[in-house]
């Protein structure tokens, strides 16, 4: 079955890095998108970053950078220069489809998600 399985949460200073990484299995990892969602308490959830693992086509909202690694079908994302603004629950999600678009109702499985918090 299609798994999403997130690592790399933690607690950081503001003006700190993390880099996330996505796992992806039960499925052709070069005919999805990858998608990173970050949700904050009480707001919706929102899209920060996407790649098509075939195209190598990227999209990404503010200091982040996403990129892959198809060998472990594994995607990460860089967070860098950190502010509490960025904290949340960062989630790695997949669409079928070699296409990304940002609306959370274009992908289809979803990571547990991990914790990221920035103390100012």
């Known amino acids: 079955q299609v798994q999403l399985v997130e690592s790399g949460g933690g607690s950081v200073q503001a003006g700190g890095s993390l880099k996330l990484s996505c796992r992806a299995s039960g499925f052709t990892f070069t005919d999805a998108c990858i998608g990173w969602f970050r949700q904050a308490p009480g707001k919706e959830r929102e899209g920060v970053a996407t790649i098509t693992p075939h195209f190598g086509t990227t999209a990404v909202k503010g200091r982040f950078a996403i990129s892959q690694d198809k060998a472990k079908n594994t995607v990460y994302l860089e967070l860098n220069n950190l502010k509490p603004e960025d904290a949340g629950m960062y989630y790695c999600?997949?669409?079928?489809?070699?296409?990304?678009?940002?609306?959370?109702?274009?992908?289809?499985?979803w990571g547990q998600g991990v914790q990221v918090a920035v103390s100012a």
């Open positions: 999600a997949a669409a079928l489809r070699p296409w990304c678009i940002w609306s959370t109702s274009h992908f289809g499985a």
